[in-house]
């Protein structure tokens, strides 16, 4: 369901705070907002699928969500991202799979915007996506934290 136009005003300041929208012109954030859809979800339900190529960006407005990956044939719950925030932007931008399961861990609520419908707005505003694209590889290290020394980098520098 798209936006009510008394949400939008909210949606748009919400997508300007988000980081991966940091430096983008208030005209495309503008257009970005009228493509949106609001969903409102029930705890537990699945929003991206783990190696799903979903072509959807979902914007967390409200609640949070719980990233999942099986690993050795266990599920291990690998972050808990909390509104506001954003997931979906590898399969959105790199039209890779997704790397982990998402679901919502309460009552959530998103916005979420289908890649045919961001594409012409990317266009129309062009310039906005690599700024996008740069934003996300400094959210994605943000969201991995460092990374700590492989054990032959260690090795070869002796402490």
């Known amino acids: 369901m798209?936006?009510?136009?008394?949400?939008?005003?909210d949606a748009s300041k919400l997508l300007q705070d988000?980081?991966?929208?940091?430096?983008?012109?208030?005209?495309?954030?503008?257009?970005?907002?009228?493509?949106?859809?609001?969903?409102d979800l029930?705890?537990?339900?699945?929003?991206?699928?783990?190696?799903?190529?979903?072509?959807?960006l979902f914007i967390l407005v409200r609640g949070s969500v719980g990233v999942w990956k099986r690993v050795?044939?266990?599920?291990?719950?690998?972050a808990t991202l909390d509104a506001p925030n954003f997931f979906g932007e590898r399969s959105?931008?790199?039209?890779?799979p997704a790397s982990a399961l998402v679901k919502s861990q309460g009552i959530c609520q998103?916005?979420?915007?289908?890649?045919?419908?961001?594409?012409?707005?990317?266009?129309?505003?062009?310039?906005?996506?690599?700024l996008i694209r740069k934003n996300m590889i400094e959210v994605r290290l943000k969201r991995m934290g460092p990374t700590p020394p492989t054990p032959s980098s260690s090795a070869t520098n002796p402490s």
Do not use: W
């Open 42 to 56: 029930a705890p537990g339900k699945v929003l991206l699928m783990d190696q799903e190529i979903a072509r959807t």
């Open 110 to 130: 998103v916005y979420a915007v289908e890649r045919q419908h961001f594409d012409p707005i990317a266009t129309q505003f062009s310039g906005n996506l690599e």
């Open 18 to 39: 988000l980081p991966l929208f940091t430096g983008c012109a208030p005209e495309f954030i503008a257009a970005l907002v009228k493509v949106l859809d609001v969903k």
């Open 92 to 96: 959105m931008f790199e039209e890779s």
């Open 72 to 78: 050795g044939g266990e599920k291990v719950q690998l």
């Open 2 to 9: 798209k936006l009510k136009p008394d949400q939008e005003k």
